[in-house]
C-alpha cells in the first residue's frame, strides 16, 4: 500500500464454520448479517465426526452425527430466514475440524471464513489460540474470529497497523467492509515502550488514515505506548469499535503458531469481533 489502497479486498463468498454449540452462535449472528449486507454467497459448513474405523463398526453412529449436522445446518437456515437468500449447507465427513475448515475454503473459494471463539478460560484460550492460528495459517483468506456474546459491528472499526505489508492487508480489508458497511476507522499504532523510533509511528498511523480518507473512508489516527495487543484492545473499547481488522504473517506447512503473536493475543483478549487479514 504506497500511493493508493488495492481493490483487492472480496467479501463475495463466506464460510460460516459452527459445531452448533452456544460458542458459534456469535459467529452465526456476524456470518448472517455480513452476507445480508454485503450481499454476499454464505456456505454455512458443519463436520460431522466420522473416523474411518468408527464409520466401519459403528454405522448407527455414524447417522446420528449426520443427524446431528443437519439439524446444526436447518436451524443456522432457520435463522436466517429470508434475509439470507443466497446460503448453502454443507455437511463435510472428518475426524480434524481445522482441516476440513480449510478444504472446504479452497473449495467455496472463500474470501472470509468466519469462526467462533471459545470463553477466557486459560484453557480455552489455549486452545482457541492453536486452533485460530492453525486456521489462519492454512487458508488463503481472511479469518473472522466472533466471540459468543457479540456480533455484526454497528458503532466502528479499529485498524492496528505497523508498516508492514500484513498491515497494508488488514488496511484493504478495513477499507472495504468501512465502504460497504458505513462506518468509521481508527487507525491505531502501537510505539512499544523500549522502541526507539517511537516518533515515526504517528506518520505511519497517518499514512494510513490519509489513504483511507482517499478511499471515500471516513478515518482518524492514534498512537498508543505498550504493549501492542493490549493497547488495540483497549484502543477499541476507548474509541466505540465493535470490530478489531489486525494483519497476520500465517505460513503455511507449520502445525504450531501460524498466526502473529500480536494478533493472536488480540484475538484471544478482545471482546469484539476480530477480523485477521491476510497479506496478498
Partial sequence: MTAQLSPLARFDNLLLATDGSEISQGAVRAALHMASRCG??????????????YAMFNPEGVRQAEDQGRAVLQ?????AGTDCVNCAPVLRHGEEPVHEIVAQAEESAADVVIM????VHWLERLMLGEAAARVVGHVHCSVLVVPKEAGMWEKGILLAVDGSRYADAAA??????????????????????????????????DR???LLRLEGVAADS???EGNPAQAIVAAAAEH?????????????????????????????????PVLVARAI
Avoid: F, N, W
Fill in 40 to 53: 454476499s454467497r454464505l456456505t454455512v459448513m458443519h463436520m460431522a465426526r466420522t473416523l474411518p474405523d
Fill in 75 to 79: 436451524e443456522v437456515e432457520r435463522q
Fill in 116 to 119: 467462533g471463539r471459545r470463553g
Fill in 172 to 205: 484493504v480489508a478495513a477499507a472495504g467492509l468501512a465502504r460497504r458497511c458505513g462506518l468509521p476507522v481508527t487507525v491505531l499504532s502501537v510505539c512499544a515502550s523500549d522502541d526507539l523510533k517511537c516518533d515515526l509511528v504517528q506518520s505511519m498511523a
Fill in 208 to 210: 494510513v488514515r490519509d
Fill in 222 to 224: 492514534v498512537v498508543r
Fill in 240 to 272: 466505540e469499535c465493535d470490530l478489531i481488522v489486525v494483519g497476520s504473517h500465517g505460513r503455511s506447512g507449520l502445525d504450531r503458531l501460524l498466526m502473529g503473536s500480536v494478533s493472536q493475543q488480540v484475538v484471544v483478549q478482545a471482546k469484539c
